[in-house]
Every structure is written in structure tokens, then in C-alpha cells.
């Protein structure tokens, strides 16, 4: 009657929803002010102004039905030709628009990209931690997910893991720099010996391996931090991009696919992109926020909040005597949990009101996330808390 398979999807909402339904009842229990919910990838600086400048602009300037009206499939020609444009000027890239396909956002992206990759056998190679979705996408394409954990407290890539894992089904293997849930950037040097290991696989099964770059966090990095621009390191590279998070728009879903012209066969695999794009429904990324991208490109929210944010959250949790992944970008932190099950962690952590996600489905079992795109207020407040749970745990205060 009906396919138990997207039942199932259906009915386990993620972990992270539950927690963040709990944290929803608690605070009409008790008060908002006094639960401390770290456990949405949701935004909290406004976008920048630019974005509702543009809007209006284009509501006044731009003839309705062409604004609300259907665009190509592939996308706007010009604000894919813009997209190039932005990226060779930053990046030293040659693309133009041809390379490029408009989405709703990574997760079009994603599983957009999977489906026009993978057939039933294909399999795809997920570095654990990783966002849970890529399981879910994969395995809707018919691929078969693969998981690689990552090295213990760097989290950069465990290539003797790697090693074993690859095999000549392998597809495509899904990075994604600044991580969800960790926040951790993938070195340079990881990226460079990565893409020699895929060049080495590639000759010895003869077949390309392509590298899927998922980059919803590219420009959501401090301290000067890095993140390198992977077309550059590997030619079979395809880049799933979103402005969900760098323009603070998660809601409008609005992102793209890149296949530069260097992948092999890039024309029919841009094609098969058409195609898995429009057996998914995809008729056309949002036609406004198509629209709106040109005048945006380059620009994000006011970065600098999730900064304090984070220093303000790092010092605290390695004061009290937590371990904390070293996070240089996105808005999340990957804290140890101090005993071995992180879901216990995390309920003793609700008895003080902070609501932390365990890490077991991001395939990384033994830690938490907190994501610290919050009022930095809530943070504030939050800090006793996390006094008395460590206190709670003995660790050093
Ligand atoms: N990939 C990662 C790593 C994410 O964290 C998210 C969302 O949180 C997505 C993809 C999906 O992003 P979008 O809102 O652009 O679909």
C-alpha cells in the first residue's frame, strides 16, 4: 500500500527534531530564558541588508510574472553567468554558466547530484562525522553509503581507514569543510594527500571517483582560516553550494550545482544532473532568489557573531575541563562526551536545561554537537550550567 522504506524516513523524525520538540515543551514548562537549546543549524544573524534591499528592488523594478514566473530548469542564465563570474574572480577558476545548475539549496544539491552519479551497486564513501542526510540521499539514489571514520580529536581524515574502505564500486566520496557536525576545516595537507589518493585509485581501477564538495559553510570561518577551493586540487571535483547559511536564507532554499568543465564527461553528467533534477521534481530553483543572487554574491550576515559566540562557548567548556574538536568554521561545536554513552550525556545534560544532540547519527558515536547559532544572551546564561555538568561529571573546574 505503500513503500515501508519512506515510511520509515517518515515516521523516525531526526533525533535533532526531537530534541528540539522536547526544548519547545520545556520552555512553555518553565520559560523560554531558562532552557538552553543548542540543537538547530538555524541561522541567528539576520541576513545582511543587501538581501532585502534586492528583494524590494526587484518586487518594484522586474515585470511580476517574469520575477514569479518559472526560469529554465538549469537556472537563470545570468545569475549563473554571475555565479562564474564571482567565482573566477575569487578563486582563479575559468567557469561559466554552462557549468553551473540552480537548486533549492545543498540538500537539491545533494541529492540531485547523487541520483545523476550513482546506480543501484554504486557506492559512496561519507566521513563520519558527517551531516545524516548524505545516508538518507544516497541511499534514495540507490547507492550504497560507506562510512570512513575520522581520525579521533583532529577529525581531519583517516587515510588508512580510507584505504580499506575504497573499492572499485566506489562513485563518489562526500567531504564537507567547514563540517557539520564539528566545525572542523579540512587542512590543506588533507586535502592534498586526499585528492593524490583518489588520483591513485582512479588509475588503478581505471574509472573515475568523483569528489562531491558539499560547502554550505565555505565563508563561515575565523581566524583567518583557509578553506581550500577543491576544483583547483582535483579535476573530477563537483561542488554542491548553498546560501542557506553564508546569506542566512535557510528557509528560501536557494543554492547550486557546479561540474566544471575538467570532470570527465562533464557534459553528460551535467545532463544527468537535468535529469535527476527534473525525476526529482526540481522544476526550477525559486525564480526570486535566483534573482536576488548577483547582487549578493561575496556577502554574508554579520559572521562575527557566531565568532564570540564560539570563543565565548570554548573557553568556558575547556575551562570546566571538556575536550572540543578544534572548530574553525560553521556554527557547531563537537564536544567529547565524558562518558562513553552520548545519549545519556545528553539527558543528564537536560537536567540543567541545555539541550545538546548526541553524535551517534552523525556516525561518530561519543560526542555531542552544540550548535552555537543562538542569542549570545542564551550563551551567556547558559554557562553555569555547563559549570554544574561538568561538576556533575568531576571533570577539572
Ligand atoms: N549539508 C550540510 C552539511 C548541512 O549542514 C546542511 C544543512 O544544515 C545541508 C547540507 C542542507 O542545506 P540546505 O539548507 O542548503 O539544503
Do not use: W
Amino acid at each position: 500500500m505503500f513503500s515501508n522504506e519512506m515510511y520509515e524516513l517518515g515516521a523516525h523524525s531526526s533525533v535533532i527534531r526531537e530534541i528540539f520538540e522536547y526544548g519547545k515543551r520545556r520552555k512553555a514548562e518553565i520559560g523560554a530564558e531558562n532552557v538552553f537549546d543548542y540543537s538547530l543549524g538555524n541561522p541567528s544573524v539576520p541576513a545582511p541588508p543587501v538581501v532585502n534591499e534586492t528583494i524590494k528592488r526587484l518586487c518594484d523594478t522586474m515585470v511580476s510574472t517574469e520575477l514569479h514566473g518559472y526560469t529554465s530548469a538549469i537556472g537563470d542564465q545570468n545569475v549563473r553567468q554571475s555565479i562564474a563570474d564571482y567565482l573566477n574572480k575569487t578563486y582563479g577558476t575559468a567557469f561559466s554558466a554552462k557549468n553551473f545548475y540552480m537548486t533549492a539549496g545543498a540538500a537539491a544539491s545533494l541529492s540531485i547530484t547523487l541520483k545523476a552519479l550513482t546506480e543501484p551497486g554504486d557506492e559512496v564513501i561519507l566521513f563520519a562525522p558527517f551531516f545524516p542526510e548524505y545516508s538518507v540521499f544516497s541511499k534514495a539514489a540507490g547507492a550504497t553509503p560507506v562510512i570512513v571514520k575520522c581520525l579521533p580529536d583532529s577529525l581531519q581524515i583517516d587515510f588508512a581507514a580510507l584505504e580499506q574502505a575504497v573499492t572499485p564500486h566506489t562513485k563518489a566520496v562526500i567531504v564537507n569543510s567547514p563540517n557539520n557536525p564539528s566545525g572542523v576545516v579540512l587542512s590543506e595537507q588533507t586535502i592534498q594527500t586526499l585528492c593524490g589518493f583518489l588520483r591513485k585509485k582512479q588509475e588503478e581501477y581505471g574509472k573515475p571517483i568523483i569528489l562531491i564538495s558539499d560547502e554550505p559553510y565555505r565563508e563561515l570561518v575565523y581566524d583567518g582560516v583557509k578553506v581550500p577551493y577543491l576544483t583547483k586540487y582535483y579535476d573530477n571535483t563537483i561542488v554542491c553550494y548553498s546560501f542557506s547559511k553564508s546569506l542566512s536564507l535557510p528557509g528560501d532554499r536557494i543554492g547550486y550545482i557546479l561540474v566544471p568543465d575538467e570532470v570527465a564527461c562533464s557534459g553528460e553528467i551535467y545532463k544527468a544532473v537535468c535529469g535527476a533534477g527534473r525525476a526529482l521534481g526540481y522544476v526550477c530553483a525559486p525564480s526570486l532568489f535566483q534573482f536576488l543572487i548577483p547582487a549578493c554574491l561575496g556577502q554574508t550576515g554579520d559572521i562575527s557573531v557566531y565568532k564570540h559566540n564560539r570563543d565565548l562557548l570554548m573557553n568556558e567548556l575547556e575551562n570546566d575541563g571538556f575536550f572540543v574538536a578544534k572548530p574553525d568554521g560553521a556554527f557547531y561545536l563537537f564536544l567529547k562526551s565524558p562518558e562513553e554513552d552520548a545519549a545519556a550525556f545528553c539527558e543528564k545534560a537536560k537536567q540543567f536545561e541545555l539541550l545538546l544532540v548526541p553524535s551517534d547519527s552523525f556516525g561518530f558515536p561519543g560526542y555531542v554537537r552544540l550548535s552555537y547559532c543562538v542569542a549570545t544572551d542564551m550563551i551567556e546564561r547558559s554557562l553555569p550550567a555547563f559549570r554544574a555538568l561538568a561538576k556533575a561529571y568531576q571533570l577539572k573546574s
